[in-house]
């Protein structure tokens, strides 16, 4: 069999994958929702989110980017509006657990994050309007195009242990952006600065913008920004990245609970379910192999994605 | 206040000050939002929309939901808080409301050392969590 066939089978057998299976799911929600007891639902809805929260650890993903779209597309009756606002109170919780300690360790870092969230954290608030004003089929559709370019990110963005930053821009020499981490795995302290900041910034709307509407956290696109755009080292992306969720997510969730579309059996099972998964995920860490794990969160958010985009164009 | 170590080094006393805030805030959010499941789902308090209701009405959007069983928006769930279902905005109100706490509580530091900019920074921040926490942006009283 050529190459060309293989590919074409597998795509094929992808297509009928997402048609067949979350059309089924999808008619049949409704009716389901009224005729299973809503205790199912949310036991459901914990364990589904346990998994979630195992898997997200493992593949190095936030928990809401794969709760919107996987909860959102299959299986479940909720609206999406309830599923974005769950979505940010997932990706908050998780953000306020890990902010002490990310703090305290000096991995994250105050003065970065702050002019950043704040620019992110009012464009949040433009964007969950959007999101619960904007017809569903409409944010639907944007979703699964926004999944689909994460998986384009996951797929092919590199990143940088330590990138090289010749001279810090004018704006964050300004505002005294820059810092000293201790790298534990290499026992060595690590000086470091930003560039590129005025463009940083304006990514950062487009980000906030981007989470309030679809509730799905934004570490999978502060950090490019932070690591590869201003050139922070990688780790303190990461955790500067974690900790401007807390502050970005915060906006955005006053708004859909103001608006009602934040619902407690909704989202405190969801987590509950991704923070305890998240707990088991790390003591699996050391003996799961990280590159599948990727390859599989790639593959579920490919699956969830293109059923987003399905969903949101009428098919 | 100065009741934590830290290492002015690796993070700023701002930053260990916030973090201190923070821990106790979202354990106390935390808690508190899974004590009041419990009383939520094992029916210790009735809720305002019953478990059976709300399966039936969780499929629409947020806002034909609320007209379907009369919610409240806004701050208007305060109203509410003798009903299991929305005793539970109040772990998940102290979850977003930690960080204007947190910005509150490390405003005065930067104010005191000068730092104008941040200062106003962390003004500005507090304004927009306030904001969309008062519920003027679309949301209302009910």
């Known amino acids: ?315 | 206040m100065a009741d934590y170590q830290y290492d002015p080094k690796y993070a700023s006393e701002e930053q260990m000050a916030y973090a201190a805030l923070l821990d106790i805030g979202w354990k106390i959010g935390f808690l508190l939002m899974v004590i009041f499941f419990g009383l939520y789902v094992f029916g210790v308090m009735p809720p305002h929309v019953s478990m059976d209701e709300l399966a039936q009405y969780w499929v629409l959007p947020a806002d034909q939901y609320l007209k379907a069983v009369n919610g409240p928006t806004g701050w208007g769930w305060m109203a509410l808080i003798h009903r299991g279902d929305y005793l539970n905005y109040i772990g998940i109100a102290i979850l977003s409301g930690v960080t204007v706490i947190c910005y509150a509580r490390v405003l005065p530091l930067f104010y005191r050392k000068g730092d104008k900019v941040y200062t106003a920074i962390m003004v500005a921040e507090i304004l927009v969590l306030v904001l969309a926490a008062s519920g003027i942006l679309g949301g209302g009283a009910h």
């Not at chain 1, 709760?67 to 299959?74: A, R």
């Not at chain 1, 619960?132 to 689909?148: E, H, K, R, S, Y």
């Not at chain 1, 994460?150 to 590199?158: N, R």
């Open chain 1, 1 to 315: 069999m050529t190459r060309w066939m293989k590919r074409s089978w597998f795509w094929g057998l992808f297509l009928v994958l997402v048609l067949v299976a979350g059309e089924g799911w999808s008619a049949e929600s409704a009716v389901a929702s009224t005729v299973t007891p809503w205790w199912v639902w949310a036991a459901a809805l914990f364990v589904t989110t346990f998994f979630l929260g195992i898997v997200a650890v493992l593949g190095g993903v936030g928990g809401g980017v794969l709760f919107v779209p996987i909860v959102g597309g299959f299986f479940f009756p909720f609206h999406l509006d309830f599923v974005r606002g769950a979505g940010l109170m997932v990706a908050l919780a998780g953000a306020l657990a890990a902010g002490p300690g990310l703090l305290k360790s000096g991995m994250a870092n105050l003065r970065l994050a702050m002019p950043l969230a704040l620019i992110a954290s009012a464009s949040a608030i433009v964007g969950a309007m959007m999101g619960l004003a904007l017809p569903t089929n409409v944010v639907q559709t944007a979703l699964g195009v926004t999944i689909l370019g994460i998986v384009a990110l996951m797929w092919s963005a590199k990143k940088s242990e330590r990138p090289e930053v010749p001279k810090a821009d004018a704006l964050s020499s300004a505002l005294g952006i820059h810092g000293v981490f201790l790298d534990a795995a290499r026992n060595q302290e690590i000086d470091w600065k930003v560039h590129r900041t005025p463009t940083g910034l304006l990514m950062f709307v487009v980000i906030g913008i981007m989470a309030g509407m679809f509730g799905l956290g934004a570490g999978w696109a502060n950090v490019p920004v932070l690591n590869l755009l201003m050139g922070a080292p990688l780790k303190v992306s990461v955790a500067t990245s974690k900790f401007m969720l807390s502050i970005v997510d915060t906006s955005a969730a006053w708004v859909y609970l103001n608006k009602g579309a934040v619902l407690a059996l909704v989202s405190v099972p969801s987590i509950l379910g991704i923070m305890l998964g998240s707990l088991v995920g790390v003591r699996l860490l050391r003996r799961a192999n990280a590159s599948v794990v990727r390859k599989v969160v790639i593959g579920m958010l490919l699956l969830a994605g293109s059923r987003a985009l399905m969903k949101g164009l009428g098919f």
